[in-house]
Nanobody, 116 residues
Framework: QVQVVASGGGLVQAGGSLRLSCAAS????????MGWFRQAPGNLREVIAM???????MYADSVKGRFTISRDNAKKNLYLEMSSLKPEDTAVYYC??????????WGQGAQVTVSS
């Protein structure tokens, strides 16, 4: 059984920084992509940062230059460093691990609230 646990998040003032973490345990075979998504109230869930199958990182334009995705070599821990946060970054953030069979494993979500 696979379990993905997210941590971090919270309340921060605009311009501040936060770090999100996700730890996966269990049988995680052939992970091909690892990424961070977010969902604001009334909006669809969107991808904001991801390690592609090639190993390269991609970022949504809205976070490029402010957020940094990283992971460990075992591909069981995923991180998101967020800086220069803006009120529009307020959302629930989810981590995702996808394997070669296109099975998705999600963290439980972490609330990030940025006050102006």
């Amino acid at each position: 059984q696979v379990q993905v646990v997210a941590s971090g998040g919270g309340l921060v003032q605009a311009g501040g920084s936060l770090r999100l973490s996700c730890a996966a345990s269990g049988s995680l075979d052939s992970i091909v992509t690892m990424g961070w998504f977010r969902q604001a109230p009334g909006n669809l869930r969107e991808v904001i940062a991801m390690f592609m199958e090639s190993g390269s990182a991609m970022y949504a334009d809205s976070v490029k230059g402010r957020f940094t995705i990283s992971r460990d070599n075992a591909k069981k821990n995923l991180y998101l460093e967020m800086s220069s946060l803006k009120p529009e970054d307020t959302a629930v953030y989810y981590c995702n691990f996808r394997n070669a069979a296109y099975q998705d494993y999600w963290g439980q979500g972490a609330q990030v609230t940025v006050s102006s």
